[in-house]
C-alpha cells in the first residue's frame, strides 16, 4: 500500500492535547506532562503508521513536550537566591496559557455553530403548525482525533493471523471510498466499527480508515456521537447528485 494522505481536517496539535486531556480526565491546570507525552507520541506513531503526511507542527509540538518534560527532571537549585528565582516557575505554565485561550476559542467557535444551527431551525409560519412531541436524540460531532480513537481501538480489537502465503493484492482508498458510500446510500448511517466487522487484515482495515478521512474531507460524509467518546454514527452529508458531482473531481484529480 503506498498511498499518501494530507487531510486540512486536522486542527493541529493544541487540538490533539485538549483531546487527550479530555479523554485522560486530566486537570489542564495541573498536566503530568511525563504521560502527556506519552499519550501524544502514540498519536504520532498512529498517524505514521498509516501513512498520513505528518505536518511540521505536530513535530514541534512533540519537541516541545519533551523539552518541558526534560526540565521538570531538572535538580532544584541548592542556593537560596537561585531557589527564590525558580519559585513560582513551572514548565507547563506557558503551555496551559495556550490551551486555554485555544480552548477559548473552541469555545466560541462552537457556541457561535450552535447559534446558526438554532437559527435554522426558525421558520415563518404559512399555516398549521404541527408539533412533533417526539424526544430527539441530542448528537455531536466527532471529529477526527475521536476518529482515530475509535480506529485505534478497532485495531487492538482485531486479532490479526500471521498469513506467510504470499499474495498479490491492489487495495484502493478510492474503491473503498465507492463500497463506503454505496453502504451508507442504502442504510442512511452505519456505526463506525461496523465498517471494518468482515476486514481481516490491517491493511484491509488501515485502507478504509484512509477513506472515512478522504470522505469527511470531501464533506462527503459526517460523523456524530451522543457524547463524547461514546460510539460514533458515520452520516452520508449529501444526496447523490452531488456525490457524483464531487467525485467526479476527486477522481479527475487522482488521474492527474
Known sequence: MNYQCNLDIFEGPLDLLLHLIKEQKMD????????????????????SEINLEMVGEYLVMAAELAKI?????????????????????????????????YQRYKEAAFELRQKEYNQQQLFTRTGEVVLDNSEQELLIEA?????LTAFQKVL???????????KVTTLSVSDCIGDILEI????ETVTFDSLFTTLNTKQEIIV????????????????????????IRIYVAVDREAQKIILKEFYKAEEE
Open 208 to 231: 478504509t480508515f484512509l477513506a472515512i478521512l478522504e470522505l469527511m474531507r470531501m464533506q462527503l460524509i459526517c460523523s456524530q456521537q451522543s457524547r463524547q467518546f461514546d460510539a
Open 69 to 101: 518534560k526534560s526540565r521538570t527532571l531538572l535538580p532544584i537549585p541548592e542556593t537560596e537566591e537561585d531557589a527564590l528565582a525558580a519559585a513560582g516557575e513551572d514548565p507547563r505554565a506557558e503551555l496551559v496559557r495556550r490551551l486555554l485561550e
Open 28 to 47: 489542564v491546570y495541573d498536566i503530568p506532562i511525563a504521560e502527556i507525552t506519552r499519550q501524544y507520541l502514540t498519536y504520532l506513531d498512529l498517524l
Open 156 to 166: 487492538k480489537e482485531k486479532s490479526f493471523k500471521k498469513n506467510y502465503e504470499i
Open 143 to 147: 471529529n477526527v482525533f475521536d476518529l
Open 184 to 187: 451508507l446510500n442504502a442504510s
